[in-house]
């Protein structure tokens, strides 16, 4: 099947800044997961950051080809998400809203076959902003293009271009992006089964100042995941984290300033999930 547009580069940004795995967390967070015998799945979260807590239940609920998501907070806010899904060969619906927010619903709809890969997303407004993506791709070689429409402006209000070249242990990707103003380079590179590299490089087409992000990623004979980053303002990042024979897993980051050791702590969390 064709790739998204967001998949172009998805290796570099997983390793860069997680994705189900190796997320640098800098707060702590506590969650825990069941499923009732009806088969809805449970998340209870609880993240602390500085005097701050939060708390969050997420309910997931699949029925063939229909889905349910509700997340509740205690900001009072609900975030829904609703899916059907192969409502017609290779297309899925989906709507999405922050309750009691009116003005945060979203109508998305994706359709994906052996060639292409599009998804657009309407904001249910009386006057929507509607974004619209596309992604192809041959053999080794994936493409693909965004654009932004504002109905209120009556205007273009952005659009993108990126390129990609999946080939074996390496994975290269392009991204125009802010209007074509914006460059960003990405690369990662399989050096072992066990260890990753990858790199984010981005400046302005016009030129400007360059930023960076650099980092490895390595797993461990016992199954731990070692990653460590640094970016061009010297802050240097690393994380450890380990899934247990009895499903919970633990993750442990630190942050630090290279450039001012003496003059800012150092920051760290961690995060466990208990299966």
Not at 9 to 17: A, D, P, T
Not at 18 to 31: H, I, P, R, T
Request: hydrophobic share 40%; glycine share 8%.
């Amino acid at each position: 099947m064709a790739v998204a547009i967001s998949d172009i580069g998805k290796e570099v940004r997983s390793i860069l800044y997680g994705a189900k795995d190796g997320v640098f967390q800098y707060d702590q967070k506590l969650s825990y997961s069941t499923r009732t015998a009806d088969g809805v799945q449970l998340v209870l979260n609880a993240i602390r950051k500085d005097e701050k807590a939060d708390l969050s239940l997420r309910t997931v609920y699949n029925y063939g080809n229909y889905g349910l998501n509700a997340t509740f907070t205690t900001s009072d806010k609900v975030h829904v998400l609703a899916s059907v899904d192969k409502i017609a060969p290779g297309v899925k619906v989906s709507l999405s809203a922050t309750l009691p927010d009116k003005e945060s619903g979203k109508l998305l709809v994706d359709y994906i076959n052996q060639h292409v890969h599009l998804k657009t997303s309407v904001g249910m407004t009386t006057q929507p902003k509607v974004t619209l993506s596309a992604a192809s791709g041959y053999k080794n070689l994936v493409f693909g293009g965004e654009v932004a429409y504002s109905t209120e402006k009556s205007a273009v209000s952005n659009y993108g271009l990126a390129l990609g070249l999946h080939a074996g242990d390496s994975q290269l990707a392009v991204h125009l992006q802010d209007k074509l103003e914006t460059l960003k380079f990405m690369a990662a590179h399989n050096v072992s089964k066990d260890k990753m590299l990858a790199a984010e490089i981005t400046r302005p087409v016009a030129g400007g100042d360059v930023t960076f992000h650099l980092g490895i990623a390595r797993r461990m004979e016992n199954g731990a995941l070692l990653k460590t980053k640094v970016d061009h303002k010297g802050t240097l990042s690393a994380l450890y984290e380990q899934r247990l024979a009895t499903g919970e897993r633990f993750v442990l980051s630190t942050q630090l300033d290279t450039l001012n050791i003496g003059g800012k702590a150092p920051k760290v969390g961690f995060a466990l999930d208990l299966a």
